[in-house]
T-cell receptor
Framework: EDKVVQSPLSLVVHEGDTVTLNCSYE??????LLWYKQEKKAPTFLFML????IEKKSGRLSSILDKKELFSILNITATQTGDSAVYLC?????????FGAGTRLTVKP | KAGVTQTPRYLIKTRGQQVTLSCSPI?????VSWYQQTPGQGLQFLFE???????NKGNFPGRFSGRQFSNSRSEMNVSTLELGDSALYLC???????????FGPGTRLTVT
């Protein structure tokens, strides 16, 4: 069965810490993997990954995809309280797309 | 550039009724996709339209349908509403099917 699994489900860190969020998938005809940040509103687009081994970076956030091992990681360095959110991973394949359950990140001052 | 807009923002309907939601994509974006978000099921993909054609479809019953107009605006229709259809309905637009998707604020539908 096609699936997208994110881990951990929740994470509590302190400001300044570095976190790594994981997204693993089992799908056929993979097209792309997307990361989103969702606070108390609609998800905000972070990255789209289609090729293995190419790191995408935006400020303190970065992400990479491993199509051989079927996973992606999202790194956030020097975390800030404003990074507190649910981070969603979505995988598109064939003519469908599936979201993971998300990782709830809480950054404490 | 203006972002993705959705109307209405809130809606209350009764079981058995039908509802139509509207989504206007970012200017220049030709792909519009729809999602349902509930606390129990999370975010689920409904369908995607590109240039007025349905390109991709998730695993939802035929009561959920949509269309896209020549100006890329899209509508989603749900017929014979059920209590379980209560959710936040999000649409997202992108340049094409393989581009990053930008979400609108959503329509909160409550079915009583």
């Amino acid at each position: 069965e096609d699936k997208v699994v994110q881990s951990p489900l929740s994470l509590v860190v302190h400001e300044g810490d570095t976190v790594t969020l994981n997204c693993s998938y089992e799908v056929t005809n993979f097209r792309s993997l997307l990361w989103y940040k969702q606070e108390k509103k609609a998800p905000t687009f972070l990255f789209m990954l289609t090729s293995s081994g190419i790191e995408k970076k935006s400020g303190r956030l970065s992400s990479i995809l491993d199509k051989k091992e079927l996973f992606s990681i999202l790194n956030i360095t020097a975390t800030q309280t404003g990074d507190s959110a649910v981070y969603l991973c979505a995988v598109g394949w064939g003519n469908d797309m599936r979201f993971g359950a998300g990782t709830r990140l809480t950054v404490k001052p | 550039k203006a972002g993705v807009t959705q109307t209405p923002r809130y809606l209350i309907k009764t079981r058995g009724q039908q509802v139509t939601l509207s989504c206007s994509p970012i200017s220049g974006h030709r792909s519009v996709s729809w999602y349902q978000q509930t606390p129990g099921q999370g975010l689920q993909f409904l369908f995607e339209y590109f240039s007025e054609t349905q390109r991709n479809k998730g695993n939802f019953p035929g009561r959920f349908s949509g269309r896209q107009f020549s100006n890329s605006r899209s509508e989603m229709n749900v017929s014979t509403l059920e209590l379980g259809d209560s959710a936040l309905y999000l649409c997202a637009s992108s340049l094409n099917s393989d581009s990053g998707k930008y979400f609108g604020p959503g329509t909160r539908l409550t079915v009583t």
